[in-house]
Structures are given as C-alpha cells and as structure tokens.
C-alpha cells in the first residue's frame, strides 16, 4: 500500500571541476588546437596547417562532439612583395601581420575524478580504424589511391554508426623524390609527431577510442526516482560500473519496520525488507532502458519509489 511521505534523495555521480559528474556537458571536453604539420607555404596566408585536438573528456565516460583536425590557413608573417596577404587578410596596424584571425573559444576546464556515463553512445558510433583493401596505385606525392574499410564495432550493442564504411584515398603520402612531389596542389611538409616530411597537410582521421561498455545510452537520468508523497528518500543510489551500469536502490525504514522498493508505482512488482531492501537495476545490454527481475519476471522499470518508515512520516516512532 503507498501511504508514507517525503522526499528524494537523488543518487551521487562523479561533479565538474573537483570530484563527481551529475552529467556530461554539452558537447564534451576539448582541448585547445595545436599544430599537428608545419605550414605549406613561408608568408602571407597562402598556406595552410593542419591542426588537431583531443577529446579530454573521454576517459570520463563523456564523448565529444565536433571534428579533431581541421586545416588552418598560414602564416600569418607578410610577403616582401605585394600581395603582402592572401586574400581576404590584410596586414594590420597593430600587429603587423597578416589577419585578422579569429580567435578560438578558450579551452573548458571541467573535470572528473570518477568516470561518469561510460555505456554510451558516441555521437558517431564507435567506427574501428581503417584498414586498406589492397594497395596503393601509386608510389609517392598522394599521386595514388587506395579503398579501405571500417567496420561499426558498436553495432553489436545497439548504438549504430553514422559515416561511410568504404572510402577510396588518396596515397602514398611520401613526397616524391623526382618530378613534382606532390599531387593534388599539396606542398611538403613536416609531420611534428614522426618528424618526417609528407605531402600535404590533409585532414587526420578521427582517433579510435577504445569503448567502455557495451550499452547504447546508460544514463540514470532515464531512471526517475519518485518523490511525492507517499514516497521516501533512498538512503543509498550508486551506480556499478562493472560490465554496464547498475543502480543499486536502497530503501531503509526505522528499526523493525518494513520498508519496500515498488517498481512503476507497484504495477510490475514490490519488494520489501525489515527494516532494509535493496534492488539492483541493471541497464539492458541493448541500452534500450533499465531492467530488474521481480520472481521469475524481468520487467521493464522507468520510475521507482521507496515506501519506509521515517521520523519525518511517523514521528510517533521516535523520541
């Protein structure tokens, strides 16, 4: 029967910028850009860069969206000669360089100490890296081409991909030692991780990160803990992450009186327990929403509440 009172007691994720997450922030956690290659070209913006940046929020369960490289033009130091500045940079008064360039939203500083949501799934899926099928048709300049697929390894859990599966691209990218170096208008330039020379710049592929957990969209926020009356506080909300998350509920009443966990407001289900019960909620592998085996039933559960015996409901019972 529900007749008890009060309020909840939200469970306690890892909170940004010291120790625990309520949730991911919007977009994720970037770093700032850095240069990933020197510049194809000496002066006035007639060149370009290739920039990358890391998705710091990732080892905490929280992906990001957006690219991590893109193509930059440089620099930004004027030609001797006129056109001083490709267009539409001109040199300007202040700094006397080439601009003016936009400048770059400051990096975030969020932090996690615990990782937080990490059966999820990513903004694109989780792709493998890709593999050539066959090889190059060319020796040198990205004169060449090559296919290669990708396989959507977080398919098998329900989080599907977005993006292609088979592309053909240009290699090798060694610059050629005779002739024109390389193909497709692409300069030399340094690769600043390997140090050796390359055509280009071009854009990086996506980084492959390792995933977590085999679940689509493990989010407690999906699981509502009821709060009107007659419910009661949970004393204890944590999550396991062990192969995808667990909610362990715990709902405890005053000394030799039942307390009882009802699941969508008791239509699938109710436990009890003097003067303590618990549940463990298991996310469904498929992501698809949280799941507790009540005899030998296992339902779906969207809303629990926690029925017990309180001084704040019965004061009678204390002194």
Partial sequence: ???????????????????????????????GWSRATTCSATCGMNGQVLQKRTC??????????????????????????????????????????????????APATETCSV??????????????????????TKTCGLCGT???????????????????????????PAPCPTGVECCHAKKPVINLQTNGTVCGPVIADDPVY????????????????LTASPYSAFTSGVLDKSACYKFNAVCTSLAGHPASIEFNNGDNGVITGTPQV?????????????????GNA??????????SVTCINSPQFCG
């Fill in 115 to 136: 990782a937080v949501d990490a059966c999820w799934c990513p903004p694109k899926g989780l792709w493998s890296g890709w593999k050539n099928d066959g090889t190059c």
């Fill in 56 to 105: 710091s929020s990732y080892r905490w369960g929280c992906p990001c969206t957006g690219a991590y490289s893109r193509l930059q033009k440089c620099p930004n130091t004027p030609c001797a000669t006129a056109p001083k500045c490709a267009t539409p940079y001109t040199v300007q008064a202040a700094t006397q360089k080439c601009g003016p360039i936009p400048a770059d939203p």
């Fill in 210 to 225: 390792p995933n977590n957990c085999r679940c689509a969209t493990c989010t407690a926020a999906s699981l509502t803990k």
């Fill in 298 to 307: 296992t339902v779906d559960v969207s809303k629990i509440g926690c029925l």
């Fill in 278 to 294: 618990q549940a463990n909620i298991a996310r469904a592998s498929d992501g698809s929403g949280w799941q507790y085996t009540v």
């Fill in 146 to 172: 090559v296919k290669q697929e990708r396989t959507c390894l977080s398919a098998e859990w329900g989080c599907n991909c977005t993006g292609v599966a088979t592309r053909t691209k240009n290699c090798p």
């Fill in 1 to 31: 029967m529900k007749n008890l009172a009060t309020i909840l007691l939200f469970l306690a994720l890892p909170q940004m910028s010291a120790a625990t997450c309520p949730a991911c922030p919007t977009g994720g956690v970037w770093t």
